[in-house]
């Protein structure tokens, strides 16, 4: 029997989340964010949870999976190392350049983001390769050698490489890698032709360069970080995750930083489509509040939606990634007065430290005080106790927003939630309305320290009907990180009309993609049994310039399949844009492979009634403020430990338990399923 552990940092609190399969236990813990280095409470934490579950040595854990936000705070914070370039001839200026539109068309005072690559570290290089894969003019090794030792003069750590039509011919870029190799072996180099093997120069050079920008430091925490581990005694290899909700080694991610954008966020998603589906509600849109950000994803059938690509402070990344959209609204989030005289919340976070005002070191008002102000959470502790609260301090904070405003305590607390119920709901309009989706047709699941808290309220804003909070919500991405496969994408642009007359041309490159996929799962000693692969298109109406990504089912490429792939592009686009133009030419522009490789993972249980009443899971009862009513209500709180299958509650109620906290509104009813999920009913007055 194995142990197996999940770790996510985030900018609050760092959760982990351990499974016993000689049991079949989940164990939780929680404990505060070391921001200056990360690993210090990924140890301590490991070191408290098995502690927790009676003096388990770490010698007994044999997989251990890690979400990291390090790669996207270097992003965000401009914290990368210095970083050079080596471009085609002509093309030094593209990275500022970008597609040549403002940041917001109707602000002329926006300024694009500063690059990470400065003009003078930008160096061209004679070569030429025209869009059909022809050679045109040779690379001109001279000019390289000069760039690089130029580079080396200017101590940048890293070198980006990245050539005009390379994804067709990377023999020039493979030159230059070797060529530095010679000259510079210390720098981090990232070519490309291997970040990204697609079309659209800018958006592919932004991608190479944020990879190398990143990429030391990523590299630096990951391999400091299993050494710690190994020094700790632990013996397994240890995986991070990656955007695409798959895990990989902690040293096959050092040298693709830039697939773990969204490392943190997408194993959330990943499990919390895995419990849902097992409960019966396969159409989901997960939402993630933590304590600085939230994040939110749309789940179809189980299957949560990908992207290519997302922008990052006004940078376009391109990796294959869930398709999460991020909103600075999370428990921490600061609220503030703009010179308007009008109540904001967020982005700005107190973060792990100074934190929230009742943690007892922040000042300013933050989401997680109003929560506290208006009785919500506990004002005494949170954490099973862990956590001690200074409801005193979070009543100060919250009267410095109150008395500018003419507002009462409560009503400023009460303020200041609308806010960021707003701000939350805009992010889920993102990924459902704007991508052709009603929100009113899914189930919303709340996770993260926050999530439930807010969940009730959301879902009448976006008008949905039911919410699904998982058992532990609080540690779902740790708990995701679980559930999850190892993954790896292979991708190539060759534009090809889609016919079943080019089918054997299309078989012919996914043939290609799974060969390089083949190579993949033998360097990671993959069993053929344990092999998956997942086979995408991305098609357009010949003459457009946007694709939708289509999935091609397993099996033989023949003109039945092409017939397939055609009608479910249609659909798509009817989806997306409102029609579809069968008489059009369609064709397909990037092929993309997703290896899959399946392993041991904690099992959903399905747990049957004990007998229990739901009065005997009452603990305590707690006046909270609920706007519904004007005042303070008498509220029951409900231990959801001793909550059984079965059990009804109607709202008002709260709900605790170590990792979070769920409110039920009035006419609010909850059922408890067997999966030990909180099914709730949103009703927008009693007779409903």
């Known amino acids: ?55 388990r040595s770490i010698e007994e854990v044999t997989y251990l999976a890690h979400g990291t936000t390090v790669g996207t705070n270097a992003l965000l914070t401009g914290r990368g190392v210095r970083t050079g370039l080596i471009t085609t001839k002509g093309f030094r200026d593209l990275l500022e350049l970008g597609r040549g539109r403002r940041p917001h068309l109707y602000d002329l005072q926006a300024d694009k983001p500063e690059p990470f690559v400065p003009r003078d570290l930008r160096l061209e290089v004679t070569e030429r390769v025209r869009h059909d894969g022809r050679i045109e003019t040779p690379l001109d090794l001279d000019e390289v050698r000069a760039a690089v030792r130029e580079l080396k003069e200017q101590q940048v750590e890293s070198i980006a490489v990245c050539l005009l039509y390379s994804y067709l011919r990377p023999e020039h870029e493979q ?200 009785q919500v959470l506990n004002p005494e502790y949170l954490l099973d106790g862990q956590l001690k609260i200074d409801a005193q301090a979070s009543h100060r904070a919250v009267k410095a927003i109150a008395d ?103 078989a012919k490159i996914f043939a290609e993609l799974s060969d390089h996929a083949s190579d993949w799962f033998d360097e990671e000693g993959i069993e053929t049994e344990r092999r998956s692969v997942v086979r995408r298109l991305e098609m357009r109406y010949a003459g457009q310039n946007y694709e939708l990504p289509v999935e091609l089912p397993e099996g033989d490429i023949d003109a039945a399949a092409i017939a397939g792939i055609t009608e479910g592009f249609q659909r798509a686009h009817d989806r997306m844009y409102g029609y579809s133009a069968h008489d059009e030419s369609v064709q397909a522009v990037t092929f993309r492979l997703q290896a899959i490789a399946d392993v041991p993972r904690a099992e959903i249980v399905r747990a049957a009634a004990t007998g229990r009443k739901a009065q005997d899971a009452v603990v305590a009862h707690r006046d909270v403020y609920l706007a519904e009513e004007g005042d303070y209500v008498s509220c029951p709180v409900y231990d959801r430990r001793l909550l059984d299958v079965g059990h009804r509650i109607v709202g008002p109620a709260v709900i605790e338990q170590m990792d979070t906290t769920t409110l039920l509104l009035p006419s609010d009813v909850c059922v408890v399923d067997d999966v030990r999920n909180l099914v709730i009913e949103i009703r927008r007055s009693p007779n409903e």
Not at 16 to 45: M, W, Y
Not at 213 to 223: D, H, K, R, S, T
């Open 404 to 506: 500018p405003l003419g507002m009462s305590v409560p009503e400023a607390a009460q303020g200041i939630i609308r806010v960021v119920t707003a701000n939350m709901a805009r992010a889920i309009r993102v990924i459902s309305v704007q991508r052709g989706y009603d929100p009113r047709d899914y189930a919303l699941v709340p996770f993260g320290g926050a999530g439930p808290l807010h969940a009730s309220r959301l879902a009448i804003e976006l008008g949905v009907d039911r919410v699904v909070v998982p058992e532990t919500p609080g540690a779902q991405s740790a708990l995701g990180l679980l559930m999850t496969d190892i993954r790896s994408d292979f991708m190539r642009t060759q534009i090809t009309h889609v016919s079943p007359e080019n089918a054997e041309d299309i």
């Open 175 to 374: 030159q230059i890698a070797a060529v530095i190799a010679e000259e510079f072996p210390e720098a981090y180099v990232s070519l490309s032709s291997d970040v990204l093997p697609e079309f659209r120069e800018y958006e592919r050079l932004s991608t190479v360069v944020t990879n190398a920008y990143i990429g030391p430091v990523v590299a630096n925490y990951l391999g400091r970080l299993r050494q710690r581990l190994a020094e700790n005694g632990l013996k397994c290899i240890p995986h991070v995750t990656q955007s695409n909700g798959g895990i990989i080694p902690f040293a096959t991610a050092e040298k693709m930083p830039v697939r773990l954008v969204l490392s943190g966020p997408s194993t959330g998603v990943v499990g919390a489509a895995a419990i849902t589906s097992a409960a019966g509600s396969p159409d989901i849109i997960t939402f993630d509040m933590g304590g600085t950000s939230s994040d939110v994803s749309l789940v179809q059938n189980g299957e949560p939606k990908v992207t290519s690509g997302m922008e990052l402070d006004g940078r376009p990344i391109r990796s294959p990634m869930l398709d999460i959209h991020t909103v600075g609204a999370g428990g921490g989030s600061i609220a503030w007065i703009d010179s308007g005289n009008h109540l904001k919340v967020g982005p700005a976070s107190a973060g792990a430290f100074p934190g929230p005002a009742c943690y007892g070191n922040g000042q300013d008002a933050t989401v997680t005080d109003a929560n506290v102000v208006l």
């Open 1 to 55: 029997m194995t142990l197996r552990i999940g770790v996510d940092t985030g900018g609050t609190f760092t959760d982990l989340c351990a499974f016993d399969e000689a049991n079949g236990q989940v164990h939780v813990r929680k404990v505060s964010s070391t921001p200056d280095d990360p690993g210090r409470a990924i140890v301590l934490g490991i070191q408290e949870l098995l502690e927790q579950m009676g003096g």
